[in-house]
């Protein structure tokens, strides 16, 4: 049973990330840089170094060592199948990250595809799931089309996407949340139109995914991408696919390979120790969920056995995360808001601060991005500026030539008290 009364204790979540007692300069950093990469669990950091101790192997091989690292691939199929509610672990294929998964995949999309078949993408997207998909107008004739911005408040002009799909759209690209203005994309509607002329979504959910609750079959995706650095875990890549639709896929691999799922779209030998620093990161995210009442047990007791247990675990902790993460938004905004000169983009309205992820990027009168970040990271704070490969969004804000925007990403380790320092900078910066 779900049980979202008990809220995120954030204090017992921040004892598992050593990283978080990292001083600069006499005080505590503070990590609002998760859009560029969260920091990774205890959990996830001593699963790597437990498999590179004693289990490194290659795959089959019939001794101690393969044996324990097939097992290791195989728990991290299946606990990623949880994650992202996939019907099947053999659904789930890694990579070295998203980026070049959806360059692979999108090669062997491009093998299938006619000249004059459409793709749409986006202005909102990251350039790894616009560029890819670019590629195929020169390699394979098809014709890209875009979907607008609202720029007023950062969101995807639904409107426009209607226009652009038609009878020869074969695939929509569209991000679950921007990793520049934190909009949430209504991605399972946006699935029904897509559906609705016969064409394939494709979802990249890196930014969403360690903020949201993720179901594949409720989104409605056909495939969708993460990145394990982005969620408390290793630096690694998921795609995840329709099983009918991987299947059929002509994947580019060497011919020994088994052509069977995962391993078509699994090209070479992986990061086995990421593979094992996924499960820590899960075993994490499943403790963060727990559903039994238990007030603080540690993250490396082991999962209960049963996959369903865990995948109701990790739903629950990506719900306390959310509704944590929500809570401390407003503080923010208004904080921000408050700051002279400042001026935030995107979704700002208290009343739909449920269609956006605490990812909040700004400028500020009189200081270029690069100097604000710089003034902050010299204050032991860690922000992004520039265009975080949100290219397109830049471009169309007007920002490209003025060096982008400031970016504060909040994840659940962070605190009101981080949130009040930042302000408190950012108003001595001003004055
Ligand atoms: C929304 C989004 N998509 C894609 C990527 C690229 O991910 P990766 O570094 O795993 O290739 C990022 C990375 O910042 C991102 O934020």
Redo the contacts with the bound molecule.
């Keep these: 049973m779900i049980t979202t009364e008990q809220p995120l204790n954030v204090a017992a979540a921040r004892r598992h990330f050593r990283s978080l007692r990292r001083e600069v300069d006499g005080q505590p950093l503070v990590y609002f840089d998760g859009?560029?990469g969260t920091q990774a669990a205890d959990a996830c950091i001593d699963a790597m170094s437990a498999y590179l101790g004693t289990s490194n192997a290659n795959t089959h091989g019939p001794f101690a060592t393969s044996l324990e690292t097939e097992a290791i691939l195989d728990e991290a199929h299946a606990a990623a199948a949880d994650f992202l509610g996939a019907a099947d672990p053999a659904e789930i294929c890694f990579g070295l990250?998203?980026?070049?998964l959806t360059f692979a995949a999108s090669r062997a999309i491009g093998r299938t595809l006619r000249p004059g078949d459409e793709i749409v993408v986006t202005r909102l997207d990251?350039d790894?799931?616009v560029a890819p998909w670019l590629a195929l107008q020169e390699e394979r004739g098809a014709v890209i089309r875009w979907v607008e911005i609202r720029a007023e408040d950062c969101t995807l002009d639904l409107d426009g996407l209607g226009h652009v799909l038609g009878p020869r759209t074969r695939l929509v690209a569209v991000?679950l949340a921007s990793?520049a203005v934190g909009t949430i994309n209504p991605v399972s509607q946006i699935a029904e139109m897509v559906h609705s002329v016969g064409a394939r979504l494709w979802v990249?959910a890196?930014?969403a995914a360690p903020h949201l609750p993720i179901d594949v079959a409720a989104l409605g995706a056909d495939y969708l991408v993460c990145?394990a650095y982005?969620f408390f875990g290793p630096h690694m890549?998921l795609l995840w696919g329709r099983r009918e639709l991987l299947e059929e896929l002509p994947a580019y691999k060497v011919r020994p390979a088994g052509d069977e799922l995962p391993s078509r779209f699994e090209t070479g030998t992986q990061s086995h120790e990421a593979a094992a620093g996924l499960v820590g990161a899960f075993r994490y995210l499943a403790w963060l969920g727990r559903t039994d009442g238990a007030v603080l047990d540690e993250p490396g007791d082991p999962l209960p056995g049963e996959g369903s247990n865990r995948r109701v675990r990790l739903r629950q902790a990506m719900e306390r995360i959310r509704a944590y993460e929500l809570s401390l938004l407003p503080r923010l905004i208004e904080g921000l808001q408050q700051v002279p000169g400042l001026n935030l983009r995107g979704i700002v309205d208290p009343a739909r601060l449920a269609e956006r992820c605490p990812t909040l990027a700004f400028t500020l009168a009189g200081h270029t991005p690069e100097a604000v970040a710089t003034f902050l990271g010299s204050r032991g704070i860690a922000t992004w500026h520039g265009d975080?490969?949100a290219w397109e969004l830049i471009r169309t804000l007007g920002l490209a030539d003025s060096g982008g925007m400031v970016r504060v990403g909040l994840v659940h380790y962070n605190t009101a008290d981080e949130i009040d320092r930042l302000i408190a900078e950012l108003h001595s910066l001003t004055r």
Excluded: E
């Excluded at 990250?97 to 070049?100: D, E, F, I, Y």
């Design positions: 859009p560029g990250n998203m980026t070049t990251h790894a799931n991000g990793n990249d890196v930014h990145s982005k890549g975080y490969y």
